[in-house]
């Protein structure tokens, strides 16, 4: 019995150090390997962009290996604090454009400005996606890639209610919609559009559409909130007629994470959906002939309705031992050849030369963003705007009300030392 | 003759005094996990107390210095009524879950001694299979279980006609969010206590539970006076040890209810740890809220703790 | 005779009842694993699919690093049990079996350990880590088995000591009339009858380091160094079509080690019952 303890406690000795030099001998990132963190997307719907933008790189910088982690969206911002504070931080990093004002305000990222010639078509970089990576008039990121919101919806059953083009204003979306969802209200649960009242993306489009905004600061640098400013009240309640009008009423508490609008789409039980371009992907069993997609209207006729701009940036964090080298990675992954194939497999290129005439591109046409505030983020990741939303959805406040409310909120979060 | 065999247990535990033979022999017994406790954790909680005493955002991460401010990221976290009304909400959790699991979780062992050898087998191979999935992956389960487009438990209870619950949304209040998360949690904790509680019942003396079955006593009277004393250093570890892991959880109620919809409405101590400290990027206040939830949890369980320490005593 | 024969039908029903009711979540991933996408997304419930499909294994094995990380969590797994098993099997002895100085201020740090929230110690954990004196252990396997002991220690021990409590006194007592040595006698004696208690912490060890994604999410960047919670959460983790059945899949894939695991250490339980018997 002794020996049978004696023999586990030294497997166990032998078995860490084992481990320890196994992991030792595995060398850690020597001088000559550059360290790429992107998320997951690449990862599953681009990685021989990847691939093209190493070999490019390696080839023009023998004896670099580029090692890419692949992180996902959900903690991916608390394991990059982790190697601030460690100093042992990624040589390129891609964040989101929401997530890059902070890390700006904080003087993570490398000062790319001198270098802007370097980077292909910076001179047409998309205006929203320029304006995520500059702070306090200096260039800290390299636009990635863009996605607008585009209507995503069922031709066959459109048709069947004798519509053969797509809506040019609002109220005509609105009625077509309407008669949609009479015509198959026979289906359990149907509604004829499928967003989610939560969706800020959506209702702060109204917003903006009716010239309205969501904060902005005064002369002496304060935040203050706008929501229940004229404007944004007329956008907000001409949002809750069109929610009230066309969705489900249950999902005034939902926020489009889950399920997702595709999923419902593809259970048949909607006939449009609000979101990223890439829907299309994911709605089956729905035949592809059966699926569209235009650019939302706006209330005014043959506008487009502003849509939010999401997209990525890469940046250098200033704790990089090799930030010529990361530029040059930058240089060759956003390169004209990359953004070109971005483009075809469904994205929105960084720059306005390259844009097609995608549906997902003329969407962006017109586009909106975040207030470039240092704390937005936490307005985010406190869901005010969520709540702000339900609330007058659900009736439990009236829109001004609610609105006062989620501009002090905001207000109390941006201006937060 | 039941009382005579528990008291005999009883005094068998106290006539046994122990002298101490060689003295070091318990501090080398010790020495290993002291010396991976201490080499592991010794830096970081000192870190983290010096965080939660220094003004410590973004642009000092970025830095790696902060500020000193003394104990004003505790005060001013002790002032917000946030934190307090946050607190009765976490407490009352994790009462209702700690009761739940280790009531359920004995039935469940005591159900394991009496049924079948086959079936034993099979319940238990099913609890380690739900001990063993990924909480993530349970999260998911559940959320299309209890959604409310297309949710199975939507489905079960109009078709059983138990009310109208066609697109119910389980989320929409803060109660019934935490009645599916306490459904989840106690759900995967079950497993756990019903193995443990089960290996501590085969401690239990046999000839004394077949005495007291001759002698006609029934179930209860069995259970408390024979079953439970062997067993309450079990229990007591359990309960101490659920009652900081269910005051703790974060996986469950931030997954199931969303990440997108955790609002001041609806926090638990964990995830508002993680919105106002780590969220918002604020390390210093997210180390005083450590360090604040540390001492409560050791209020909270320190009743157990010291039972536990007296039982220890007695031997 | 008849009345227990009843008796036993009874707790039977009772016991198939809860088996049915808490398996169904996991009957419910092993069947999504097994559906189309389309019957995964229908609106109404497909309880079992009729041709189950194999598509999402084959997916999910295939996808890059998934038998690597897999290699990389038993790794880490065994490696954090075994030491765990034995540094506190010993510890137990010695807060449960003697009397000494700091005994009682040890148990109680042992559980205040555990009451620090994991959350708060991340990013102290990885400037330890990654200054450690005998090298940096930052995406290292070594990194995490250590963080992975040091939440693991304070429970083995705690469970343990009160599993060592509740052997009766008079065994000990036996043994060391035989002559032999305290610590020879403890052993010998002591480590079959605790064998329960091994047991249930060694199984709790196995699944909470083999589930645990947090520390190594952070401490783990090459997804050749990852464990298998890392690879999952790459499944779900980007911004476009998650694939469930993929998941589901690899879920399925992955509990399987851990219910072989207890299958072999299980009989320890059954031994423990029969040990009562025999004295």
Redesign the interface.
């Known amino acids: 019995m002794r020996y049978r303890v004696l023999a586990l406690a030294a497997v166990a000795v032998a078995l860490s150090v084992v481990v320890a030099t196994a992991s030792a001998s595995a060398k850690r990132s020597n001088a000559h390997t550059l360290t790429v963190w992107l998320q997951v997307d690449a990862q599953n719907g681009w990685p021989d962009l990847v691939a093209a933008a190493n070999s490019a790189f390696q080839s023009s910088h023998p004896g670099w290996n580029v090692n890419v982690v692949y992180k996902q969206w959900n903690s991916h911002l608390q394991e990059f604090d982790a190697t601030i504070a460690g100093n042992d931080t990624p040589d390129v990093i891609e964040m989101g454009n929401t997530d890059m004002t902070a890390y700006m305000a904080s003087k993570e990222f490398a000062n790319l400005g001198p270098y802007k010639a370097s980077f292909n078509n910076s001179a047409s970089w998309l205006a929203g996606l320029k304006a995520s990576s500059t702070y306090g008039g200096k260039l800290y990121g390299v636009p990635y890639y863009a996605g607008s919101r585009v209507i995503t919806y069922r031709t066959d059953l459109f048709k069947k209610a004798g519509f053969k083009k797509p809506p040019t204003s609002l109220s005509q979306f609105q009625s077509q919609l309407v008669k949609v969802g009479k015509m198959q209200k026979h289906v359990k649960g149907f509604a004829p559009l499928y967003v989610g009242g939560e969706d800020w993306f959506t209702a702060l489009s109204f917003v903006f559409d009716y010239g309205g905004s969501i904060a902005t600061q005064n002369a002496h640098g304060k935040w203050v909130g706008t929501l229940a400013s004229k404007k944004s009240v007329a956008g907000l309640t001409r949002f809750k007629q069109f929610f009230d009008a066309t969705q489900s009423r249950s999902t005034a508490t939902l926020d489009g994470s889950n399920p997702f609008p595709y999923t419902v789409f593809s259970q048949g039980r909607t006939a449009a959906n609000y979101g990223p371009a890439w829907y299309t992907c994911c709605v089956k069993p729905i035949k592809a002939s059966k699926v569209g997609q235009f650019v939302m209207p706006s209330h005014t006729k043959g506008k487009p309705m502003p849509g939010f701009l999401g997209g990525s940036d890469l940046a250098v964090p200033i704790q990089s031992n090799s930030q010529a080298e990361a530029r040059a990675w930058i240089a060759d992954f956003t390169s004209t050849a990359n953004e070109k194939a971005l483009e075809k497999k469904g994205n929105i290129p960084n720059a306005t030369n390259l844009l097609g005439k995608s549906v997902n591109e003329r969407a962006a046409a017109r586009s909106w963003f975040i207030p470039q505030a240092k704390h937005w983020a936490d307005v985010q990741t406190g869901n005010i705007l969520k709540t702000f939303l339900a609330q007058f959805l659900t009736g439990h406040l009236s829109v001004k009300k609610a609105a006062q409310v989620a501009d002090q909120n905001i207000a109390q979060t941006l201006n937060e030392p | 003759m039941l009382t005579a065999a528990a008291a005999t247990?009883g005094s068998?535990?106290r006539v046994?005094g122990?002298q101490?033979?060689?003295?070091s022999?318990?501090?080398f017994?010790?020495l290993?996990?002291?010396g991976?406790?201490a080499?592991?954790?010794g830096?970081?909680?000192y870190?983290?107390v010096k965080?939660s005493l220094q003004r410590y955002?973004?642009?000092e991460?970025?830095q790696?210095h902060g500020e000193y401010i003394g104990l004003d990221n505790f005060r001013a976290v002790l002032h917000d009524p946030l934190f307090w009304h946050v607190l009765l909400r976490t407490v009352v959790f994790t009462a209702v879950n700690v009761g739940l699991t280790i009531v359920l979780g004995t039935l469940?062992a005591l159900?394991?001694v009496?049924?079948?050898t086959w079936?034993?087998l099979?319940?238990?191979?099913?609890?380690?299979?739900?001990?063993?999935?990924?909480?993530?992956?349970?999260v998911?389960?559940?959320?299309?279980?209890t959604?409310?487009?297309?949710g199975?438990l939507n489905?079960i209870l109009t078709q059983l006609h138990v009310g109208n619950y066609?697109?119910h949304?389980w989320?929409?209040t803060t109660f019934s969010s935490y009645a599916m998360v306490t459904s989840l949690i106690v759900?995967g904790a079950?497993?756990?206590v019903v193995?443990?509680v089960?290996?501590?019942l085969?401690?239990?003396?046999?000839e004394l539970l077949e005495a007291a079955q001759i002698d006609g006593a029934r179930a209860w009277r069995i259970f408390k006076d024979v079953t439970l004393p062997?067993l309450m250093?079990?229990l007591?570890?359990l309960t101490?040890?659920s009652i900081?892991w269910d005051f703790?959880a974060?996986?469950q109620p931030y997954l199931l209810i969303?990440?997108?919809?955790?609002?001041?409405?609806n926090y638990l101590?964990?995830t508002y740890?993680?919105?106002e400290?780590?969220?918002?990027?604020d390390?210093g206040t997210?180390?005083a809220?450590?360090?604040l939830?540390?001492v409560i949890?050791?209020g909270l369980?320190v009743v157990y703790?010291r039972r536990?320490?007296r039982?220890?005593e007695e031997? | 005779m008849s009345r227990r024969r009843t008796g036993r039908l009874g707790w039977n029903v009772v016991g198939i009842v809860v088996f049915g009711v808490m398996v169904f979540p996991v009957f419910w991933m092993i069947t999504t694993a097994l559906k189309s996408n389309n019957q995964i997304y229908s609106f109404n419930p497909v309880w079992f699919p009729r041709h189950p499909i194999l598509g999402h294994f084959s997916d999910a094995i295939h996808r890059p690093y998934f038998w690597t990380d897999v290699k990389n969590t038993v790794i880490v797994v065994v490696a954090t049990v075994a030491i765990a098993l034995a540094l506190s099997f010993f510890a137990a002895i010695a807060l449960a079996k003697y009397r000494f100085t700091g005994r009682k201020l040890f148990i109680v740090l042992v559980i205040a350990i555990q009451m620090l929230p994991q959350a708060g110690l991340i990013i102290p954990l990885y400037i330890l880590l990654g200054r450690f004196p005998t090298g940096n252990l930052v995406n290292t396997l070594t990194g995490v088995i250590l963080v992975y002991l040091t939440f693991a220690l304070p429970f083995c021990v705690w469970t343990l000591r009160g599993f060592v409590l509740g052997i009766p006194k008079d065994l000990e007592e036996a043994a060391m009339v035989d002559g032999s040595s305290r610590i020879g006698a403890f052993i010998r004696i002591l480590l079959p009858l605790v064998a329960p208690g091994l047991v249930a912490t060694s199984v709790f060890a196995f699944i909470t380091s083999w589930n645990e994604f947090i520390f190594a999410s952070t401490l783990l960047h090459d997804g050749s160094k990852q464990t298998i919670t890392v690879w999952l959460s790459l499944l779900y983790g980007g911004n476009r079509f998650v694939d469930w059945g993929a998941i589901m899949a690899a879920s399925t894939l992955i509990a399987i080690p851990i219910v072989i695991f207890f299958l072999l250490v299980q009989r320890r339980i059954a031994f423990g019952l029969t040990a009562g018997a025999v004295k």
């Open positions: 247990v068998r535990r046994t122990r101490i033979a060689g003295r022999v318990p501090y017994l010790l290993p996990v002291v991976v406790l080499a592991i954790l830096y970081p909680i870190f983290l965080l955002g973004l642009p991460l970025v790696r469940g159900l394991l009496r049924v079948s079936l034993r099979l319940l238990t191979i099913g609890l380690v299979l739900v001990w063993a999935m990924p909480p993530v992956v349970a998911q389960v559940w959320q299309w279980m959604n409310s487009q297309n199975v489905y066609f697109q949304n989320y929409e759900w079950i497993p756990f193995i443990t089960y290996a501590a085969s401690q239990v003396p046999r062997v250093p079990v007591l570890i101490s040890l900081i703790g974060f996986t969303g990440p997108g919809q955790q609002t001041s409405s101590m964990s740890l993680y919105y400290g780590f969220g918002k990027n390390f997210g180390a809220i450590s360090l939830m540390l949890v050791a369980s703790v536990m320490l039982v220890g031997a």
